[in-house]
């Protein structure tokens, strides 16, 4: 299972530090990343993260979001910096175990396992 936190209330231009743990999980985590979903808009990717540490980001938070995890912890984190109110939405952590090319990595349905979703408002 994965058990996200970290969501709250930010005002715009503050930071917020999302963290998302997989318990129970024995298979490999290769890819661990962040959906999120704003109200009535569909699920989009926001970044992820491989077993190596590559990253991949949407171009929207890119210089703003920083995604890492700890391996050993099985753990995921989503540092986002200077947040504006287009970031508000309930976000999503995901986990898939096996290798996939990279043009897929955005696609939600290529993701094993999901998070609950943490909600991320973000006042002006």
């Known amino acids: 299972q994965l058990q996200a936190s970290g969501g709250g209330l930010a005002q715009a231009g503050g930071s917020l530090r999302l963290s998302c743990a997989a318990s129970g999980r024995t298979s490999t985590s290769y890819l661990m990343g962040w959906f999120r979903q704003a109200p009535g808009k569909e699920r989009e990717f926001v970044a992820v993260?491989?077993?190596?540490?590559?990253?991949y980001y949407t171009d929207s938070v890119k210089g703003r979001f920083t995604i890492s995890r700890d391996n050993a912890k099985i753990t995921v984190y989503l540092q986002m910096n200077s947040l504006t109110p287009e970031d508000t939405a309930v976000y999503y952590c995901a986990v898939r175990g096996r290798r996939i090319v990279i043009s897929s990595i955005r696609d939600w349905y290529m993701y094993d396992d999901w998070g609950q979703g943490t909600l991320v408002t973000v006042s002006s």
């Open positions: 993260i491989t077993w190596s540490g590559s990253t």
